[in-house]
């Protein structure tokens, strides 16, 4: 059994109370220092038992202590993106009934949970310490993704999973002295990469809280002597279109680690030409299996025998395996895994957990997840191909197109089709009267993140059914097309 990443953070904090954790714009945090805020927090949290703790704050050191503290107390957390409209929180908040909310008072207010316990992190009493030393909760976190229905998806992670992926991260190298990027929103999964590899090996982790930062991240990187970066690829698009990917900004980096989409031979080009020396790896996974399962390690030398349309995810990380399902041989279908990393289901939602969380086969009784993404081999190299469903990325963000498409039936046009156009989204909904494509972008505004707001909202008296009575997705495609750019077929 792997430690527990609670019991990691307290020992690297033992043994190096001076050292660094954490450095952010405002402050900065020795490791015992946090260790007696997360203490100090866990004693609050331990007042209510096995406590569902929801953490309403953006990426600070008070977010962190209270993942840690909700371990300790015996409970589990659930990030929001504070970036979100307040609408979407509310409904986060209204699935998950938390016994305990720590945030800003405001906020709270905002968000109004009934019945549960208010924590204003700024007035904690730090002489109180909790030992930690009773039972801890089976889950260690709940994320909520993006819901096809509209209601967002809770992925149950259970505390054996996180030790399971923090172990793999520990034969990374990283430790004392290493200085990790924290680019990834608290509520995405691939923030567990910075939070959990930096505190469970006493590096200092290095958040990237403030917008110009995110908006040049290879300046923060050249700032801080960044040593390890993990982000999706797009990050890496937005430093290449600003010019950034130089020398002279990357120059510390030692461990590049990508995620959550197809990471393309263009970013690897621009990287090793700046870098040639640093450690790239490619790694893939859904929430529902622990951030990822698989890992590449590329080089200046050799990358490009790795590249197809996009570049190879690696091999399933030890313990962990893929199974290719469905396809027309063993060597291409979709992406089912199996392991110790797999999340226990979704949050009270039965059913959608029974469809994707089902027997690999009938040969093989073994519980996969069914991931919905369509692979094949090349050699040994495991390629990514497409979504089998209507789960796409946006600028590295995990979007459902339906729930899109339900925050604009909410709006009042009850018929609505969404797809990925470029790097954005674009839709077409059936409007009678005359249609106002800014004043409805501006009503999404309150349902959904801003890039799951589709760049484009076309409108037609009617979308055409095809032969089973279902919106001809096809036909409405080519209809938006020819509409957003004025062309005829
Ligand atoms: P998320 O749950 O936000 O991490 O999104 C998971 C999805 O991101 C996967 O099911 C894939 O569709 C996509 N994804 C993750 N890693 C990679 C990768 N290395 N290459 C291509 N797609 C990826």
Redesign the pocket.
């Known amino acids: 059994m792997q430690p527990d990443v609670v019991d990691l953070f307290l020992a690297r904090a033992g043994e190096r109370p001076d050292a660094p954790a954490i450095v952010t714009s405002a402050a900065s945090i020795s490791y015992g220092a946090l260790e007696r805020r997360v203490r100090a927090l866990a004693v609050v949290f331990a007042q209510l038992p096995s406590p569902k703790v929801l953490i309403a704050l953006p990426q600070s050191i008070d977010a962190y202590a209270a993942m840690l503290a909700s371990g300790l107390a015996g409970g589990f957390y659930t990030p929001l993106n504070m970036a979100s409209p307040a609408e979407k929180m509310r409904r986060i908040a209204a699935q998950l009934e938390p016994d305990v909310v720590v945030g800003a008072p405001e906020l709270i207010e905002t968000l109004a949970i009934p019945g549960a316990r208010m924590i204003d992190p700024t007035a904690l009493d730090e002489t109180r310490r909790l030992e930690g030393a009773g039972a801890r909760h089976d889950l260690a976190y709940v994320l909520f ?1 993006s819901g096809s229905t509209g209601e967002p998806k809770g ?1 149950m992670i259970p505390r054996t999973a996180l030790a399971h992926y923090a172990d793999w991260l520990g034969t990374l190298g990283i430790g004392p002295g290493d200085r990790v990027a924290q680019h990834a929103n608290v509520a ?3 923030s567990v990469f910075d939070i959990y590899g930096a505190l469970c090996r006493g590096a200092a982790l290095h958040p990237l809280d403030v917008e110009g930062d995110r908006l040049m991240p290879a300046r923060f990187i050249k700032r801080h002597g960044i040593t390890v970066w993990s982000s999706t690829p797009s990050a890496v698009s937005v430093m290449m279109r600003a010019r950034q990917v130089t020398q002279a900004n990357l120059a510390s980096i030692r461990l590049f680690n ?6 393309l031979k263009e970013h690897l080009d621009a990287l090793f030409a700046a870098v040639p020396g640093a450690a790239v790896q ?7 299996a622990t ?2 399962m ?1 890992k590449l390690g590329l080089e200046a030398q050799s990358y490009a025998d790795h590249c197809a349309t ?2 190879a ?1 690696g091999d399933a990380i030890d313990g962990m395996e893929i199974v290719l399902a469905g396809g027309p041989s063993a060597d291409e279908g979709e ?1 089912v895994i199996v392991g110790p990393q797999l999340a226990r289901g979704y949050w009270r939602d039965p059913q959608k957990t029974a469809k994707s969380f089902r027997a690999v086969s009938a040969q093989d009784p073994r519980i996969g997840y069914f ?3 369509w692979a094949w081999r090349r050699g040994g190299d495991l390629f ?1 191909r497409e ?1 089998v469903d209507f ?1 796409v ?1 946006v600028r590295g ?2 979007v459902e197109l339906d729930e899109v498409a339900a925050a604009i039936r909410e709006c009042g046009y009850p018929v609505a089709c969404v797809f990925k156009r470029g790097e954005a989204l674009a839709a077409i909904v059936e409007a009678q009267d005359a249609f106002d494509e800014a004043a409805l972008r501006a009503r999404l505004q309150a349902k959904l993140e801003l890039h799951a707001i589709p760049e484009r909202i076309v409108a037609v008296a009617e979308l055409a059914l095809n032969e089973n009575g279902k919106l001809d997705r096809g036909r409405a495609a080519a209809l938006m097309e020819e509409r957003i750019t004025g062309r005829n077929g």
Request: proline share 6%; charged share 20%.
């Open positions: 993704t992925v995405f999964d691939l990508f995620c959550g989409e197809p990471l490619n790694t893939y996974g859904p929430t529902e951030v990822s698989t996009s570049v995810l992406i991931t919905g993404d990514f979504r789960q990325k963000h995990r």
